[in-house]
């Protein structure tokens, strides 16, 4: 019960720009201690469920909860979040100490106590040794460090992290997220991270929240929300999936749970359209009735024990259990 | 031919000539006539080329030297403070107030508007409004808020203020304006998420980083209001003098040798007056 006090939920919150509708209705219980993405395309609305969390946006109707109380009005700075930015927003006239020290400033901790503290917070960045660098002579990881600190010093319940790892290059944004998960079970606060990338929320999420259109598509854990897509576009959007149209309705599967076989024997004969090799897999994609194309990922041993080339009839099977039926 | 269009160093030389040309010619030729004439000497008919300090000696050995330096330093000084003032207001609501550019541009325009005419105009539009039976002192009577006309509105250190403040305060708007759009809007919403109030993101924010527009708009007011003598000479109905008033009295004259050593030394004092400026903030990243 004492960990349920610390929960952030959403309720009903609407955000409109005059007519235009950028967050619909949204209702969602963000458990404590725990790392949840809001995942979705651009414009489906979950940057500004983020800022209406953080307090940089107000809602138009709803409420924002944390810990049992009502936030929705409060400035951002009483929320008892912290928000990270996409491009860390680094005082760029201010040394890497004094920006993580910014908000004791703000309070009025004197300078040497503000400095202990904030030195503190960068040890656990691991960036002490940059303490007296202006923000424009890190690069870009390291500035994201900084941002860190300065959003953890002023010991949120919640932080809120924007597109945190889109500004990186793409070995960094691997290292990077080890490091944000790390952090958060070191922690033991609630993470909530907004990104577009389906596999920085698989790698990171415990907790998927799917965005789309303004509502809320689907949530639930990482491994429920790729497994078993509800609807096709969470399906299409986590990717490594099969959308199609069987007599009972639509359904997904996953594209590595597809079998090839020999012609006639599987459940539906298809022909091979193209295949492309990627490594450790071998994708077939082959067309069906309908009109329809499935891809398979064959593991490469599999395949070059009997390869296909276009043009090939082959039959594809699976487990019943594997399809998931979609709602739209 | 092939090889000398070849030659990096000397298509360089060439594209920097036709401006070190133009520099050279109008700027550095006429400052370096002005220090070689302030060495010479003059009688009440005529000029006679010299190598004397005469003229130096003369200025700096005289009380109404300091006293019109001191008098165009606190000019300077007055009208720097309420420009900046004005201006950083001015910009600060253009470019954190409006939301919408249309409307920022619309009202920076607007801004510009008093420079579609010449600043003499606009000074000496000044007079009847200011003047012993202008519109201010009767709009004050017939207010019931003073009982005679108030005699230090026209020809005073308030007039001549007034106009400098009214002729300048955009150069100060212009730069303050320029490095107001460049912070990130994003810097504000940290400070805020950081707990800074309103007045703690504009002193801990928002000033620190628009230090170089506030540097270059004070370099433009304080070498124009230094260099004026029109504005003294007209609002001040020649009652107050600068260092500006004390060379254009010298060349009517025909005191040229003595107008020169003037301006040689008017000319160290703003140069001085700005490398100070520059030793505090560095305004390389707004050029």
Same mark, same amino acid.
């Given at each position: ?58 809602? #138009?109707?709803?409420? $924002? !909860? %944390?810990?049992?109380?009502?936030? +929705?009005? =409060?400035? *951002?700075?009483? @929320? ?73 010093? #002023?010991?949120?319940? $919640? !932080? %809120?992290?924007?597109?945190?790892? +889109?500004? =990186?290059? *793409?070995?960094? @944004? ?155 | ?287």
């Amino acid at each position: 019960m004492a960990a349920q006090r610390q929960d952030l939920e959403l309720v009903n919150v609407t955000k409109r720009y005059g007519t235009a509708l950028a967050v619909d209705a949204i209702s969602h219980h963000f458990k404590s201690a725990s790392y949840t993405c809001l995942l979705g395309p651009s414009g489906c609305g979950k940057s500004s469920t983020l800022r209406i969390i953080a307090g940089h946006e107000t809602v #138009t109707s709803g409420s $924002v !909860l %944390l810990a049992a109380r009502d936030i +929705s009005n =409060l400035p *951002p700075a009483r @929320r008892g979040t912290a928000m990270m930015f996409q491009n860390y927003a680094l005082f760029p006239h201010l040394s890497v100490i004094d920006n993580v020290a910014f908000s004791l400033k703000m309070k009025g901790v004197d300078a040497k106590e503000r400095r202990a503290q904030a030195g503190e917070m960068l040890s656990l960045v691991d960036m002490t040794a940059l303490a007296d660098r202006l923000p424009d002579q890190l690069s870009g990881g390291q500035q994201q460090r900084v941002a860190l600190a300065r959003a953890l010093i #002023t010991r949120p319940q $919640v !932080l %809120l992290l924007d597109e945190p790892l +889109s500004a =990186l290059d *793409p070995f960094l @944004r691997i290292r990077m997220r080890t490091e944000l998960r790390r952090l958060q079970r070191e922690l033991g606060i609630s993470f909530v991270h907004v990104t577009h990338g389906q596999d920085e929320a698989l790698a990171l999420a415990d907790e998927i929240v799917v965005m789309n259109n303004a509502r809320i598509e689907q949530a639930g854990p990482a491994r429920e929300v790729f497994n078993a897509p509800r609807t096709a576009f969470v399906a299409r959007f986590m990717g490594g999936h099969n959308v199609i149209a069987l007599p009972g309705g639509h359904f997904a599967i996953r594209s590595d749970e597809v079998r090839v076989s020999a012609p006639d024997t599987g459940l539906m004969a298809g022909q091979v359209v193209a295949v492309e090799y990627q490594g450790n897999h071998v994708s077939v994609t082959a067309r069906i009735a309908g009109d329809q194309e499935v891809i398979a990922l064959m593991p490469d041993q599999h395949f070059f024990n009997e390869p296909k080339i276009p043009g090939d009839t082959i039959g594809l099977t699976w487990e019943q259990s594997n399809l998931h039926e979609l709602t739209a | 031919m092939e090889r000398l269009l070849k030659n990096k160093a000397l298509s360089g030389w060439l594209m920097v000539s036709p401006l070190a040309a133009i520099l050279m010619f109008f700027l550095v030729l006429p400052i370096v006539m002005i220090v070689i004439v302030s060495f010479w000497r003059a009688t009440e008919f005529s000029i006679i080329p010299d190598f004397d300090l005469e003229n130096y000696q003369y200025l700096f050995g005289s009380a109404v030297t300091y006293k019109v330096f001191f008098n165009t330093f606190k000019y300077a000084a007055i009208t720097w403070a309420l420009t900046l003032g004005i201006g950083f207001t001015v910009a600060y609501f253009l470019a954190f107030h409006i939301r919408s550019q249309t409307w920022q541009i619309a009202l920076f325009l607007l801004c510009t508007i008093p420079f579609w005419t010449s600043n003499i105009i606009r000074m000496i539009s000044w007079i009847p409004f200011l003047g012993r039976n202008g519109i201010a002192n009767s709009a004050l009577i017939s207010w019931g808020v003073i009982d005679e006309p108030l005699e230090w509105l026209l020809f005073s250190d308030f007039a001549v203020i007034l106009a400098f403040v009214h002729l300048y305060t955009l150069f100060m708007v212009v730069p303050i304006f320029n490095t107001m759009m460049r912070i990130d809007k994003s810097l504000v919403e940290a400070a805020r998420d950081a707990g800074a109030s309103g007045a703690q993101i504009l002193w801990n924010v928002i000033i620190p980083l628009t230090k170089p527009g506030i540097m270059i708009g004070t370099i433009f007011v304080v070498t124009l209001v230094m260099g004026d003598f029109i504005t003294v000479r007209f609002m001040s109905g020649s009652q107050s003098a600068n260092v500006g008033r004390l060379i254009s009295n010298d060349i009517a004259l025909l005191a040229y040798p003595s107008a020169s050593a003037t301006a040689v030394v008017l000319l160290a004092t703003v140069l001085i007056v700005i490398a100070t400026l520059l030793r505090f903030v560095d305004i390389r990243k707004e050029l």
